[in-house]
């Protein structure tokens, strides 16, 4: 999970595959080297970005933001002020 998630100073980035306009918001594990993200939102005029920000600064409980990819379905996200382990843990991914 290495290639996912990545340590940058005090924050965490955090490689998504992203897919909009999905029945439900969830996150639904690993794929290859992304974490793979659902949101109801369509992907017009940032609404699925600001989608994917509210789930994960939710689960996360910290600041999260779209770093790059913001027209693309493959995004660079930031968790600030945790570590790749703390990530992993609160997304229930660890084990």
């Known amino acids: 999970m290495a290639e996912v998630f990545k340590i940058d100073r005090s924050d965490t980035l955090i490689r998504l595959k992203v897919v909009p306009g999905a029945s439900r918001d969830a996150i639904t ?5 992304r974490l793979k993200v659902r949101v109801i939102a369509p992907p017009e005029g ?8 509210r789930m994960l600064s939710k689960k ?4 999260v933001t779209i770093e790059s990819g ?4 493959l ?3 930031r ?4 570590d790749p382990d703390q990530v992993i843990e609160a997304l229930g991914l660890g084990g």
């Open 75 to 77: 995004k660079i996200a």
């Open 79 to 82: 968790a600030q002020g945790l």
């Open 60 to 63: 996360l409980d910290c600041t």
């Open 29 to 33: 594990g690993v794929l290859s080297d």
């Open 46 to 53: 940032g609404k699925a970005n600001q989608a994917i920000c």
């Open 70 to 73: 913001h027209l693309s379905p």
